[in-house]
């Protein structure tokens, strides 16, 4: 299969044939997704480079499963939504809704927040 650009499959959308874009848009993104893996895997290298020199920026988050924290010097901040980070790859502070409760302003995700931390 051929693979179309944004612009090729907009076209295909105005003249109805969803499922043809669709098949392209998902190839598009699969062969996007694998590109930004490529990329990942480089940046890992430069990391464990700059681990060496003392400079970590990345490994700082971690998931508790429920959420993500960040460990900065030692001091745990948080908790972040797993959800808006996994999707959007965006930091979203969680706000204490009330006493057993923490909510995500973003995607209204709530967790317990005796599981959280
Ligand atoms: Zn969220």
């Known amino acids: 299969m051929k693979l179309l650009n944004y612009d090729d499959i907009l076209e295909l959308l105005k003249r109805g044939a969803v499922v043809e874009a669709q098949e392209q848009f ?24 700059s681990m060496t020199t003392g400079l970590v920026q990345d490994g ?11 460990v900065d010097n030692g001091k745990k901040t948080g908790p972040y939504c797993q959800r808006c980070y996994d999707a959007e790859s965006r930091l979203e502070k969680m706000r204490a809704m009330d006493a057993a409760t923490y909510l ?14």
């Open 26 to 49: 998902t190839a598009l993104h699969g062969a996007a997704t694998l590109r930004q893996l490529q990329i990942s895997a480089r940046s890992d290298q430069v990391h464990s480079h």
């Open 60 to 70: 700082q988050l971690k998931s508790d499963g429920i959420a993500y924290y960040r």
């Open 104 to 117: 995500c302003c973003a995607c209204k995700t709530q967790c317990p927040r005796n599981l959280c931390g």
